[in-house]
T-cell receptor, first 114, second 120 residues
Framework: GNSVTQMEGPVTLSEEAFLTINCTYT??????LFWYVQYPGEGLQLLLK?????DKGSNKGFEATYRKETTSFHLEKGSVQVSDSAVYFC?????????????FGKGTKLSVIP | GAVVSQHPSRVICKSGTSVKIECRSL??????MFWYRQFPKKSLMLMAT?????????EQGVEKDKFLINHASLTLSTLTVTSAHPEDSSFYIC????????????????FGPGTRLTVL
């Protein structure tokens, strides 16, 4: 079956530090990959996505590249801000016809301190 | 665009009562809606998937009679927690998916802000 593995958190960084949150996946087909962000007390927001190998998703300074050879979709940001403090979820959606269910990782909590 | 709302955002109820949570897609037609449950410091657990006008498909281990899901229109789905108990206290999140033709990439899920249920 499908699965998503994220690095364990929490991650604490100083403002302007470089961020990497690792994500690897297992899937039977060619999934689409997503990063969602959940701010305290809120639901999930789509941060970025990539639908095929070598695609790079980017948004708000975050980016992630779909690496089929390493089955990875690591999230990066060059300079984090306090407002980036949130829980980040990596997720995949299978490529099967009519498939729409998401499989989530456990989430990584990021805390950015001034 | 693609906004999903949930109501209420927070609810506190007594044990044994039933609670209804609404999920609405505000600016698109949601052919499919999903209900998730999120435990503290855990990922989202998919409870059920519902397509408009048909019965919901529940994930293994989710009690159908306890978590009643209705998807009567393309913009509204409801989750009713029947005879709630303290162990049902959780953060419930819905998501909605639109579909344009049969294009796979259009199956993007848009999430609501969640409902915090506390059962006393």
């Amino acid at each position: 079956g499908n699965s998503v593995t994220q690095m364990e958190g929490p991650v604490t960084l100083s403002e302007e530090a470089f961020l990497t949150i690792n994500c690897t996946y297992t899937a039977t087909g060619y999934p689409s990959l997503f990063w969602y962000v959940q701010y305290p007390g809120e639901g999930l927001q789509l941060l970025l996505k990539a639908t095929k190998a070598d695609d790079k998703g980017s948004n708000k300074g975050f980016e992630a590249t779909y690496r089929k050879e390493t089955t990875s979709f690591h999230l990066e940001k060059g300079s984090v801000q306090v407002s980036d403090s949130a829980v980040y979820f990596c997720a995949l959606r299978d490529s099967g016809a009519g498939s729409y269910q998401l499989t989530f990782g456990k989430g990584t909590k990021l805390s950015v301190i001034p | 665009g693609a906004v999903v709302s949930q109501h209420p955002s927070r609810v506190i109820c007594k044990s044994g009562t039933s609670v209804k949570i609404e999920c609405r897609s505000l600016d698109f037609q949601a052919t499919t809606m999903f209900w998730y449950r999120q435990f503290p410091k855990k990922s989202l657990m998919l409870m059920a998937t519902s397509n408009e006008g048909s019965k919901a498909t529940y994930e293994q281990g989710v009690e159908k009679d306890k978590f009643l899901i209705n998807h009567a229109s393309l913009t509204l789905s409801t989750l009713t927690v029947t005879s709630a108990h303290p162990e049902d206290s959780s953060f419930y999140i819905c998501s909605a998916s639109d579909r344009v033709g049969n294009l796979l990439h259009s199956y993007t899920q848009y999430f609501g802000p969640g409902t915090r249920l506390t059962v006393l």
